[in-house]
């Protein structure tokens, strides 16, 4: 399990002094353990939970970076970037844009999109699918130039 490899990555940053990765690991772990006491004692954390958790601190991390870059703190939108880099490894693969493309087509073609109409639901049974292997903006930018092309 992924809360596994995270509590074991966690530990080997301790050895090795490693306070850039220990300080987002941390971070990281305490998220999971808020969700956890949300959740309740009994509930089990699944990897699908530890990705949406990743992908929020993730975008997190994004915004703020564009921030401190638009405000001239250079030195801290590199940090942010840096949890990045370190929190990425635990999410799945991204798709590639054929793949994406690919996926959209064959979904567009079960759910008969024909038109722009059709956005939210071909947008909704997509997501579905990939299950966070594609950014929603990004799938959202595929999906529109999709509909656009079948109706030009």
């Known amino acids: 399990m992924l809360t596994q490899d995270?509590?074991?990555?966690?530990?080997?940053a301790m050895k090795d002094r490693n306070e850039e990765k220990l300080s987002a690991l941390r971070m990281l772990k305490a998220e999971l353990q808020k969700f956890q006491a949300d959740k309740g004692k009994d509930y089990t954390i699944t990897d699908d939970d530890v990705h949406?958790?990743?992908?929020?601190?993730?975008?997190?991390?994004?915004?703020?970076?564009?921030?401190?870059?638009?405000?001239?703190?250079?030195?801290r939108a590199d940090a942010e970037l840096a949890e990045i880099k370190i929190l990425e490894p635990y999410l799945p693969a991204?798709?590639?844009?054929?793949?994406?493309?690919?996926?959209?087509?064959d979904v567009a073609k079960e759910i008969n999109a024909s038109s722009i109409k059709d956005m939210g639901k071909l947008m909704k049974s997509?997501?579905?699918?990939?299950?966070?292997?594609?950014?929603?903006?990004?799938?959202?930018?595929?999906?529109?130039?999709?509909?656009?092309?079948?109706t030009a």
Not at 94 to 105: G, N, V, W
Request: net charge positive.
């Open 52 to 75: 949406t958790i990743i992908r929020r601190l993730v975008k997190q991390r994004k915004e703020a970076a564009e921030q401190y870059s638009a405000g001239g703190a250079k030195d």
């Open 6 to 12: 995270i509590t074991h990555d966690l530990t080997q």
């Open 126 to 150: 997509v997501m579905q699918k990939i299950s966070g292997q594609a950014d929603g903006s990004r799938v959202k930018n595929k999906v529109t130039e999709f509909l656009n092309k079948i």
């Open 94 to 105: 991204q798709l590639t844009d054929e793949k994406l493309a690919e996926i959209i087509s």
